[in-house]
Nanobody, 124 residues
Framework: VQLQASGGGLVQAGGSLRLSCAMS????????LGWFRQAPGNGREFVAA???????YYADSVKGRFAISRDNAKNTMYLQMNGLKPDDTAIYYC???????????????????WGPGTQVTVSS
């Protein structure tokens, strides 16, 4: 399983970006897919997840502004980010795992597969 995130960049506060995560390998619809982010000096933080293609979950800090989705035909996961704030500045990572339970989807150490991150910078 390989993941590759892209789509980061520099945007002004209030703007939008869409991150993509291209996935290769045997990633079935039963996998949990997630986005995490890490700001300088901070640990990796949960952003959003699709749990086994049954539901989407978000951190409170991004709820109502971000949307996670998956295109099974393209084997790609997305994170649409609207209303961006300077606090959203971070390196964003996509992750996947085949055996998570719902109570674990916000725990980064539970994910087996990670892609290299993509930088998102929001200027004020």
């Amino acid at each position: 399983v390989q993941l590759q995130a892209s789509g980061g960049g520099l945007v002004q506060a209030g703007g939008s970006l869409r991150l993509s995560c291209a996935m290769s390998g045997p990633i079935s619809r039963s996998y949990t897919l997630g986005w995490f982010r890490q700001a300088p000096g901070n640990g990796r933080e949960f952003v959003a997840a699709i749990f086994r293609n049954t539901g989407t979950y978000y951190a409170d800090s991004v709820k109502g502004r971000f949307a996670i989705s998956r295109d099974n035909a393209k084997n790609t996961m997305y994170l649409q980010m609207n209303g961006l704030k300077p606090d959203d500045t971070a390196i964003y990572y996509c992750a996947a795992d085949s055996s998570l339970i719902l109570s674990s989807i916000q725990r980064d150490e539970q994910y087996d597969y990670w892609g290299p991150g993509t930088q998102v910078t929001v200027s004020s």
